[in-house]
């Protein structure tokens, strides 16, 4: 029998490859942290969005159903990270004259958008924080009634200091950070503290809600907390995020889960490392100079080029992106199509190389290496069909719609298209002469003939 290689997965919570068990057989539970939805995602972000597809794919190829819960943050994310600054909402309506509400709207659709135009499967559920701010309210009450909060001037505070395990995730050296840092908060009783609740105060916010401890709105971390306890329950099987997560989102998260729960919310921690601009800058939403798919797909590429090109480097690697690195995707993406096209169907996957992709794959998700060895197998000497029923088996974790893709029409010029209709009747009429000269006139106009059941199809060369 096939030995199936293992799926490990590499948790940042232990800071090791880990075989990956289920909670429940058969099934994964996976919980995604979304965009901030003030502005369109740009192609950093999308990045982690495709590290968590790819994961999804391959958690699916091992045989687990999985339930996918992506948020969408459209309160609470402040300006920055320590609790201070403005909402980026408001903010994001102070810049565009529309609503808060009406920019999330419009930019959780753009989001949407994106993901299809990658071919990033949707989430079993999307969970929006402001549809959640029941669940919210009733999650911090229980870490107060815990006693790990207190009330400042300016909203109710997790009280670090009171876990132990503080940081783990992170590593975090809390001592060294209590001395380092500002505390910015007037009566904030460490600097590692976050917010759970901010009064709106005097501060004019068309997002603000009614709560035990004053009007006002949640912090950004308790929306994740709320939320997959709400769709996975209080254990689940993975949490994943961008890198960018894991020193204070993550950390946070997992701190308003221990003091109610005593463990944090989810078994495995994956992040996807980030997508820098060539020459090192950081791609960055709130700098303006952001690079977005709808820019990449104006300059003619493929948004699937994009794909290929974030496939080509391990998730926990960084990626540079510069348009010739695109145009390389851009260029292997094509060729890969063609190839695909011409070879022919009714063959079997062959064993070993799909064994040889699925440890790949299972191996923490190398999907550079799959690749390889996709390439490998085009070079070859195994039947066409075998390589083609091959390349489509592995399709399904690669998403990039090898077996929908037929050449463009338009490549094709009309009087060759004429000539590979007066070929198809020549052939029905037995007329193999005339069939042969067809051949000759097309390949002379520069184009390739192949003969399929359905009739001539001709190719660019
Ligand atoms: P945001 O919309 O800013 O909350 O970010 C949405 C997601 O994108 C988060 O999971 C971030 O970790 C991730 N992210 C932000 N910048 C980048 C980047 N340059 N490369 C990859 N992921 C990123
Ligand atoms: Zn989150």
Not at 286 to 302: I, P
Not at 433 to 449: K, P, Q, S
Request: net charge negative; hydrophobic share 40%; with cysteine.
């Amino acid at each position: 029998m096939e030995q199936i290689p293992e799926l490990m997965l590499y948790d940042t919570y232990q800071r090791e490859l880990r075989p990956f068990k289920p909670l429940e057989p058969g099934k994964a539970g996976l919980y995604a942290c979304g965009p901030t939805v003030y502005d369109y995602a740009h192609i950093g972000n999308l990045r982690t969005y495709l590290f968590g597809d790819v994961l999804r794919r391959v958690l699916a190829l091992n045989g687990y159903q999985v339930t996918h819960v992506l948020c969408i943050t459209d309160v609470g994310h402040l300006t920055s990270d320590a609790d201070t600054g403005e909402d980026k909402m408001e903010k994001g309506s102070r810049r565009t004259s529309q609503s808060a509400w009406e920019i999330a709207e419009f930019y959780t659709r753009a989001f949407q958008q994106d993901l299809a135009q990658l071919h990033i499967q949707a989430p079993t559920v999307w969970a929006r924080a402001t549809q959640h701010i029941e669940e919210q309210i009733a999650f911090i009450a229980e870490i107060e009634r815990n006693g790990f909060a207190y009330r400042t001037a300016d909203g109710i505070y997790f009280d670090t200091q009171r876990l132990e395990r503080y940081g783990h995730l992170a590593r975090l050296n809390i001592a060294g950070q209590q001395s380092g840092h500002r505390v910015d908060i007037r009566d904030k009783r460490s600097a590692t503290d976050f917010a759970l609740w901010k009064f709106s105060g005097a501060e004019q916010r068309q997002m603000e809600w009614d709560s035990p401890w004053g009007r006002g709105f949640p912090g950004w971390h308790i929306e994740c907390s709320a939320m997959s306890t709400r769709y996975l329950g209080a254990l689940f099987d993975i949490h994943i995020g961008g890198e960018d997560h894991i020193p204070v989102h993550h950390t946070n998260e997992i701190a308003q889960h221990e003091a109610c729960h005593s463990h944090p919310p989810a078994r495995y921690w994956l992040h996807g490392a980030f997508l820098k601009l060539e020459g090192g800058d950081k791609m960055s939403k709130s700098d303006g100079g952001f690079l977005r798919l709808a820019t990449v797909a104006e300059r003619g590429y493929d948004p699937l080029a994009y794909r290929y090109l974030a496939l080509s480097a391990h998730y926990r690697s960084p990626l540079s992106f510069s348009w010739d690195a695109l145009d390389a995707a851009h260029t292997a993406l094509g060729r890969l199509r063609q190839a695909c096209h011409r070879l022919p169907d009714g063959g079997r996957p062959d064993p070993a190389y799909r064994q040889a992709m699925l440890a790949n794959l299972n191996q923490d998700l190398n999907t550079p290496r799959a690749l390889a060895l996709m390439w490998e197998l085009l070079k070859s000497p195994l039947p066409g069909a075998v390589q083609k029923a091959t390349i489509r088996w592995l399709d399904q974790v690669l998403g990039l719609r090898l077996d929908e893709w037929t050449p463009p029409r338009h490549a094709i010029p009309e009087p060759v298209q004429q000539l590979a209709a007066a070929r198809d009747l020549a052939r029905s009429e037995r007329r193999w002469a005339d069939a042969d000269a067809t051949r000759l006139a097309i390949e002379a106009a520069g184009f390739a003939v192949r003969d399929t059941a359905a009739g001539t199809i001709v190719e660019p060369r």
